[in-house]
């Protein structure tokens, strides 16, 4: 006997919205079990990621902050997986926007004025581009995979980060530590709420949320991404260019991957460091699909995977929780909605082998 998917002619649409919630509370009840069979305080571990940074007021600003990058970024990669179009490395289009940013504040660190933080910004998105225009080339022109050749970079880019901070772009005040100079203050985010972290990034990524949410639902340009991605024989038929699409969607998820390093670099760093690269490229990821590629529905799931970030730093100190815990509950959080999207989607079905 052989198992056999079978795509349903009409999946469930209340399942399709149900399963992101059941991958989280499933994710929540197995990373208890798993966390107790380890020796850990599984039902403590579930209850501070899950919990403590929602009901403790005090962490409400840190999941803003942690929720601004994935919410961009998600965004840019759930507009390009409608299309079918995989960017899987925006953590190094995020890296190199940081650069880009970075390197426009180092410029110009003398200077002063309101314009400085919109170049930055320019810069950041401008970089992000850069970082896809060869896998975006590749793919339209010899169809190499967008998903080998975008993750490939990324490592690129972190080398390119690490020569630059221990070498040219090193503080010489830095006391030997690899880092930039502090930037400047006409450089540096505002924050949008006195006595609090929560900086300009915040009502940023709401906003670009937004934008996203009409572009995709009233204009033709989103029309023609979905009908790529779902009928590419009727995208042609209907004057879309496939090679068009797969440009302009991997060059929005640069340019947002790009904007979210500029605004990570000017806001919680206030300088480049080693440790920029945080992985939100990759968590992005799991945001995009656990918002089923609907751009409010990003802005949610951003406050989610957000909230795991921010319950896992609670964890470590409470608990004892090593810092992989985080990662082990997203991983299981994508798994089991892809798992569930499978069986929402298909039936399985039992085959005969031919004897």
Not at 265 to 292: D, E, H, K, S
Request: a positive charge; proline letters at 5%; zero cysteines.
């Amino acid at each position: 006997m052989q198992l056999k998917l079978e795509k349903k002619l009409q999946p469930s649409k209340i399942m399709l919205f149900a399963t992101p919630i059941l991958a989280v509370l499933l994710t929540m009840v197995l990373g208890a079990i798993i966390f107790s069979l380890l020796g850990y305080d599984g039902l403590g571990a579930v209850r501070e990621i899950f919990l403590t940074p929602i009901l403790n007021s005090l962490k409400w600003q840190d999941l803003a902050v942690k929720a601004a990058p994935l919410i961009i970024i998600g965004i840019g990669l759930s507009i390009g997986f409608r299309a079918n179009v995989w960017n899987i490395g925006a953590e190094g289009q995020y890296i190199v926007g940081g650069l880009a940013a970075t390197g426009v504040a180092l410029l110009t660190h003398e200077m002063s004025g309101w314009w400085l933080l919109p170049l930055m910004a320019i810069a950041g998105m401008a970089g992000g581009m850069a970082w896809v225009f060869i896998p975006a080339l590749l793919r339209t022109k010899l169809k190499v995979s967008e998903i080998l050749t975008t993750l490939m970079l990324t490592y690129v880019a972190v080398q390119l980060l690490n020569f630059l901070i221990f070498g040219p772009w090193k503080s010489p005040t830095s006391y030997g530590q690899p880092q930039t100079v502090l930037f400047n203050d006409f450089q540096i985010l505002p924050y949008i709420i006195k006595g609090t972290i929560v900086q300009a990034g915040a009502p940023i990524a709401v906003l670009i949320a937004l934008i996203a949410w009409v572009l995709m639902s009233k204009s033709v340009f989103g029309f023609q991404v979905k009908t790529v991605g779902s009928a590419p024989n009727a995208a042609r038929y209907g004057g879309f260019s496939e090679n068009k699409t797969i440009w302009i969607t991997l060059l929005i998820g640069g340019s947002l991957a790009g904007l979210a390093g500029m605004l990570e670099v000017a806001g919680p760093f206030n300088r480049m460091v080693p440790q920029f690269p945080t992985g939100y490229g990759f968590t992005a990821i799991i945001v995009a699909f656990l918002g089923r590629l609907h751009p409010i529905g990003v802005l949610v799931a951003g406050i989610v995977l957000a909230i795991t970030f921010v319950g896992g730093e609670v964890a470590q100190t409470t608990i004892g929780l090593p810092n992989a815990a985080v990662g082990l509950f997203q991983a299981m959080m994508l798994f089991l909605l892809l798992a569930g999207d499978v069986l929402v989607r298909y039936n399985i079905k039992r085959v005969r082998r031919a004897s």
